[in-house]
């Protein structure tokens, strides 16, 4: 957390008003938090909950106000925009940048390579509607499908955006703005949008 500037979390969480309707469970708890369960690799927000508060004397290193119930959890992932995590990762990005690709001996072929790719992320059907043609089984789930955008010489993306699984992969170009020269990979499921795209061939390659 040393790393993740508490002004950049406050600047944020004021430009977004993420803070406006709550008074205990801030931005910054609410992202701690969030962090907390992708770490300890927790399955529910019930499971979330009691861990945290299994670890309440350990972890006041967190800075945290404090350490919420289940149901503070569930409102806050519900009511709070998640636009304003999107900023505080920019931010971030954008602090940071210069160091991510220091330390790689790789050379890109070319400048300004960019990696374009999408993966799904299963739920059941009747949270967000499937991808594809109903299976054999007769047993079709839904999910999310992640869009990326990452540099060749960077470890973390650049640009990600959520859908519905059911959604082509080629609308997540529509939010992708490039410099000019620069290049970007991706496979065929992103051809057809090069038809009316607002890209110039120079800018991209397949």
């Not at 309707?21 to 690799?41: E, N, P, Q, W």
Request: proline share 3%.
């Amino acid at each position: 957390m040393q790393f993740i500037d508490r002004g950049l979390i406050n600047r944020t969480a004021q430009s977004w008003q993420s803070d406006r309707y709550y008074k205990r469970f801030k931005t910054y708890d609410h992202l701690v938090t969030m962090l907390f369960a992708a770490i300890s690799g927790v399955s529910s927000l019930r499971e979330l909950s009691t861990v945290m508060l299994a670890c309440e004397g350990k972890i006041n290193h967190l800075n945290m106000s404090h350490l919420p119930r289940r149901s503070t959890i569930s409102d806050a992932n519900a009511n709070r925009s998640s636009e304003v995590f999107g900023g505080i990762y920019h931010g971030l990005l954008k602090r940071y940048r210069k160091f991510l690709s220091d330390s790689s001996s790789r050379t890109p072929a070319v400048k300004n390579l960019q990696i374009i790719d999408s993966t799904t992320i299963t739920l059941f059907s009747d949270i967000l509607k499937g991808s594809g043609r109903p299976p054999l089984t007769g047993k079709k789930k839904g999910g999310i499908k992640m869009h990326t955008m990452i540099h060749v010489l960077e470890d973390v993306p650049q640009l990600v955006r959520f859908s519905s699984a059911a959604c082509h992969v080629h609308t997540f170009l529509e939010n992708v703005e490039l410099a000019e020269g620069s290049f970007v990979v991706f496979d065929k499921g992103y051809t057809v949008w090069l038809f009316c795209s607002k890209l110039t061939p120079h800018s991209v390659s397949n």
